[in-house]
T-cell receptor, first 110, second 114 residues
């Protein structure tokens, strides 16, 4: 089993739709969780950290479920500009090791 | 405040050549790392450093060397380039001081080895 797993997609959704991605992780000692956005041939950019109580930033909501070992990202009112690959990243407790998922591709269609 | 910078943006090498990829950050982050990204694969850690003078191997260190003489700079050296090292290389930095551990990435170096 991969340490961090994501559905590669692509998720094709119309503008204005709500879309959700999940990411599962295998190491229960994982400490910190992040969602990054990566546009084609560009560097990953931090979208948001994921906190235990869940957190929201505008149209984006992140949730953490430690019991089931997954994190989720919800995007409301999708925009064309949301089209990108979304990377799930997990940092192990007590280390500086970050594990990246292979990403979920999102295409928002006009 | 430039964040994380990398040079060069593009590079073509012949098999057996050596070169150094440069990475610098101006955020006073103690942690810096090098990743490679290949199609269909997640970012894989090559080497990392938790502070000046301290480096360690990541998941795929073979064929690469690093050093960290200052907080700001973390160069990656390819000793004898091979076609398998054709990839996109990203440098990243983060700080544990704030407790957030958020990583920030440079724009990447696209390397082709022929």
């Amino acid at each position: 089993r991969k340490e961090v797993e994501q559905d590669p997609g692509p998720f094709n959704v119309p503008e204005g739709a709500t879309v959700a991605f999940n990411c599962t992780y295998s190491n229960s000692a994982s400490q910190s969780f992040f969602w990054y956005r990566q546009d084609c041939r560009k560097e990953p950019k931090l979208l948001m950290s994921v906190y235990s109580s869940g957190n929201e930033d505008g149209r984006f909501t992140a949730q953490l479920n430690r019991a089931s070992q997954y994190i989720s990202l919800l995007i409301r009112d999708s925009k064309l500009s949301d089209s990108a690959t979304y990377l799930c990243v997990v940092k192990w407790s007590g280390t500086y090791k970050y594990i990246f998922g292979t990403g979920t591709r999102l295409k928002v269609l006009a | 405040n430039a964040g994380v910078t990398q040079t060069p943006k593009f590079q073509v090498l012949k098999t057996g050549q050596s070169m150094t990829l440069q990475c610098a950050q101006d955020m006073n982050h103690e942690y810096m790392s090098w990743y490679r990204q290949d199609p269909g694969m997640g970012l894989r850690l090559i080497h990392y450093s938790v502070g000046a003078g301290i480096t360690d191997q990541g998941e795929v260190p073979n064929g690469y060397n690093v050093s960290r003489s200052t907080t700001e700079d973390f160069p990656l050296r390819l000793l004898s380039a091979a076609p398998s090292q054709t990839s996109v290389y990203f440098c990243a930095s983060s700080s544990a001081t704030s407790g957030s551990y958020e990583q920030y990435f440079g724009p990447g170096t696209r390397l082709t080895v022929t």
